[in-house]
């Protein structure tokens, strides 16, 4: 998922935001019909039953959590993005506890408090005065509600049950969402800017759609079947720890003391949680 900072960084650039959100959930759509369309089919009778949950899931997972981003990325900085973003496994929580009743231990909640903290000391750079200096634009509002869209889509993921296997329901979820994008690309296009299809267009929305898209979904979603809303949404946190790495290695930027006392306070978090989770068989 964590893959999905490169294409903000470097997509954006290229294609317009909204459309790029639109493309590369519709190629996400084209790559696993052929996959699934054989079950899709089969079951498609339960399509009438469940169609209103599967658009709210994919206007929520693939088009709030889509284009939001990227919306944000150009009106606010990678700093606000990180904290703001890092909110989301707090609305996983306040969600599940309101709708569903689902609860957190103490030493859950000591882990969610270790986890936060670590991110923080990366994104402030081990400096207070960063955190306290910051200032919000609109950008950080597009980010908040990417935060806040994710943790719908996590919790009700998990709790609205499925005639279609992981895979099937993931591939009309994909379809749902670029639906949900499509009337806002074609107004992207023809007041805004419109999209090039050139060989930069084709890279990065094939990118998008397998590596935080295709991969990244199926794995979150196969993890809260084991692990549940709560706990799964604790593994984003570990998002900064991976960016920073994909900017090590992909952008040229240094490591440096905080990161390492950030991680740190990221897996202790980690390894409180994983300490309550029960196996099972």
Known sequence: MASNLIV?????QHV??????????????LILILLNYKSILK?????????????FLGSMGCGVCGAFPFLAGQTTTVTNMGIIYTSSPIFIILISAF?????LSKIQLLGLAFCFLGVISIIIK?????????????????MLGAAIGWALYAVF??????????????TIIA??????????????NIFIQ?????????????????????????????????????????????????????GIFLFGEELQSYHYYGALLVFLGMFFVRKTIKKIN
């Open 8 to 12: 903000a960084r470097g997509g954006v």
């Open 16 to 29: 317009p935001p909204i459309s790029l959100a639109f493309w590369r959930w519709a190629i996400v759509f």
């Open 43 to 55: 079951n498609f009778k339960y399509l009438k039953k469940e169609y209103k949950k599967l658009f």
């Open 99 to 103: 709708f569903f009743k689902e609860k």
């Open 126 to 142: 081990g400096d207070i005065n960063l955190l306290i200096g910051l200032e919000f634009t609109i950008g950080d509002l597009w």
């Open 157 to 170: 993921l998990l709790n609205w049950k499925s005639k279609f296997s992981l895979f099937s329901r993931f």
């Open 175 to 188: 379809f749902f969402g670029a639906l949900s994008l499509l009337p806002f690309s074609l107004i992207e």
């Open 194 to 246: 419109q999209v090039v299809f050139n060989e930069k267009f084709y890279f990065w929305s094939i990118f998008a759609a397998i590596s935080p898209g295709i991969i990244a979904f199926s794995l979150y979603a196969q993890t809260q079947k084991y692990l549940g809303a709560s706990i799964t949404g604790f593994t984003l946190y570990l998002f900064t720890v991976y960016g920073a790495f994909y």
